[in-house]
C-alpha cells in the first residue's frame, strides 16, 4: 500500500480532529477545496457532479453542511485515469491524494478531504460500489449555482435525493 494513502484509522483520526474544531473554521477550508477542485476538473475537462450529502445540503440550504466529515463529487469511472494523470495539478493546488481504489479517489488539502465517487453505468442503473441508483438521473445533468460557481447536480435532483435517502 501507498506510505501516502490513510488507513481506516486516519479517517477516523480525521474525523475526531475536526469533531473539536469551530465548524466555521472546517467550512472555509471545505468551501475553498470544493471551488479549487471544480477549478482543476473543469481545466482538465473532466465530468463531475455533487454527489452525496455534499450535494443533500448544498441542494436543500445552499450550503455545506457544517456537520459532514467530508465532501463528496462524483466522476464517470471511465475518466479515472483521465484524474490519476491529473495528479500534479492537485498536488500544485496543495492536494495530496488519500485513497485511490476503484470505487473513489480522496483528495487532501489542509486535513479536509473530497472523496471522488467512481460511477459505472449499467442499463439500468448507475452508482459506485454497492450504492446504485435509477441511471435516469446520471444520463444529463442539470445546474446550480454554488458560492457563484456552477456545479452539475443529477437530473431531477429533488426526486434523486428522495430516492437516495428517505427510504
Same mark, same amino acid.
Given at each position: 500500500?501507498?506510505?501516502?494513502?490513510?488507513?481506516?484509522? *486516519?479517517?477516523?483520526?480525521?474525523?475526531?480532529?475536526? @469533531?473539536?474544531?469551530?465548524?466555521?473554521?472546517?467550512?472555509?477550508? $471545505?468551501?475553498?477545496?470544493?471551488?479549487?477542485?471544480?477549478?482543476?476538473?473543469?481545466?482538465?475537462?473532466?465530468?463531475?457532479?455533487?454527489?452525496?450529502? !455534499?450535494? %443533500?445540503?448544498?441542494?436543500?440550504?445552499?450550503?455545506?453542511?457544517?456537520?459532514? /466529515?467530508?465532501?463528496?463529487?462524483?466522476?464517470?469511472?471511465?475518466?479515472?485515469?483521465?484524474?490519476?494523470?491529473?495528479?500534479?495539478?492537485?498536488?500544485?493546488?496543495?492536494?495530496?491524494?488519500? $485513497? @485511490? %481504489?476503484?470505487? +473513489?479517489?480522496?483528495?487532501?488539502? +489542509?486535513? $479536509?478531504?473530497?472523496?471522488?465517487?467512481?460511477?459505472?453505468? @449499467?442499463?439500468?442503473? @448507475?452508482?459506485?460500489?454497492?450504492?446504485?441508483?435509477?441511471?435516469? /438521473?446520471?444520463?444529463?445533468?442539470?445546474?446550480?449555482?454554488?458560492?457563484? !460557481? *456552477?456545479?452539475?447536480?443529477? /437530473?431531477? !435532483?429533488? %426526486?434523486?435525493?428522495?430516492?437516495?435517502?428517505?427510504?
Amino acid at each position: 500500500m501507498n506510505k501516502n494513502f490513510w488507513s481506516n484509522q *486516519d479517517f477516523k483520526i480525521n474525523k475526531e480532529y475536526w @469533531s473539536k474544531k469551530d465548524p466555521v473554521e472546517s467550512l472555509v477550508i $471545505r468551501n475553498e477545496n470544493l471551488l479549487a477542485v471544480n477549478n482543476i476538473l473543469n481545466e482538465r475537462k473532466i465530468f463531475f457532479f455533487l454527489e452525496g450529502r !455534499t450535494l %443533500n445540503h448544498i441542494f436543500k440550504n445552499d450550503e455545506l453542511d457544517p456537520n459532514d /466529515h467530508d465532501d463528496d463529487i462524483g466522476i464517470f469511472h471511465k475518466d479515472k485515469k483521465k484524474l490519476l494523470d491529473s495528479l500534479d495539478i492537485f498536488e500544485e493546488n496543495g492536494f495530496k491524494i488519500i $485513497r @485511490s %481504489n476503484d470505487q +473513489m479517489i480522496s483528495v487532501c488539502r +489542509m486535513k $479536509r478531504y473530497i472523496d471522488i465517487c467512481l460511477f459505472k453505468n @449499467s442499463l439500468f442503473n @448507475s452508482g459506485y460500489g454497492k450504492k446504485r441508483f435509477p441511471k435516469k /438521473h446520471f444520463v444529463k445533468f442539470d445546474k446550480l449555482i454554488f458560492k457563484n !460557481t *456552477d456545479f452539475n447536480i443529477p /437530473h431531477d !435532483t429533488k %426526486n434523486f435525493l428522495k430516492i437516495r435517502y428517505e427510504k
